[in-house]
T-cell receptor, first 115, second 111 residues
Framework: KAGVTQTPRYLIKTRGQQVTLSCSPISGHRSVSWYQQTPGQGLQFLFEYFSETQRNKGNFPGRFSGRQFSNSRSEMNVSTLELGDSALYLC??????????????FGPGTRLTVL | EDKVVQSPLSLVVHEGDTVTLNCSYEVTNFRSLLWYKQEKKAPTFLFMLTSSGIEKKSGRLSSILDKKELSSILNITATQTGDSAIYLCAVEIQGAQKLVFGQGTRLTINP
């Protein structure tokens, strides 16, 4: 079974630009979560999608947004990039059955550098 | 505010040693606790501990959840250089569909 995939793996942008990151979950997984990882703040939750609906959102500004498609693939968008947005962006998927506990499995991440 | 704290932040040991990593949490509504290993990029899943499964073991790795003390430990016996990584502890919040992560413990195994 293929794991979580993320594209692109590396991205370099300049301040003020916008960026879109993509995540394809494990087949059969309906929940996709996004996390930002930086050396100073560690792994922080951005948002979670299930069946094309955002169910929860972390404490990030409105410049960070996302969406999920009917095939469970998800995209994350960051507008008006700032230097502090440089980070590893990780996507995780899980089955999210209500009747059982659901491990989250992570993709390889997208390394975003803002110059 | 939900909080997960790991200790130590960094640990250097020799191959063959046994190590214990700690994780404590203060969260509004606990559902489960997860341990991940992060070497290069993606954190890889190790264990999930819940109220109905407070102890897990896989090879040289084992973990215990203490719901009374709101903490968990990850033990690695007979460490190998391949165990060098950052070990992350995360707590799943009931009803919030999110994981709250600790800062991680950077473990270095010297030959």
């Amino acid at each position: 079974k293929a794991g979580v995939t993320q594209t692109p793996r590396y991205l370099i942008k300049t301040r003020g630009q916008q960026v879109t990151l993509s995540c394809s979950p494990i087949s059969g997984h309906r929940s996709v979560s996004w996390y930002q990882q930086t050396p100073g703040q560690g792994l922080q939750f951005l948002f979670e999608y299930f069946s094309e609906t955002q169910r929860n959102k972390g404490n990030f500004p409105g410049r960070f947004s996302g969406r999920q498609f009917s095939n469970s693939r998800s995209e994350m968008n960051v507008s008006t990039l700032e230097l502090g947005d440089s980070a590893l962006y990780l996507c995780a998927s899980s089955r999210q059955d209500r009747s059982s506990y659901n491990e989250q499995f992570f993709g390889p991440g997208t390394r975003l550098t803002v110059l | 505010e939900d909080k997960v704290v790991q200790s130590p932040l960094s640990l250097v040991v020799h191959e063959g040693d046994t190590v214990t990593l700690n994780c404590s949490y203060e969260v509004t509504n606990f559902r489960s606790l997860l341990w991940y290993k992060q070497e290069k990029k993606a954190p890889t899943f190790l264990f999930m501990l819940t109220s109905s499964g407070i102890e897990k073991k896989s090879g040289r790795l084992s973990s215990i959840l203490d719901k009374k003390e709101l903490s968990s430990i990850l033990n690695i016996t007979a460490t190998q250089t391949g165990d060098s990584a950052i070990y992350l502890c995360a707590v799943e919040i009931q009803g919030a569909q999110k994981l709250v992560f600790g800062q991680g413990t950077r473990l270095t195994i010297n030959p």
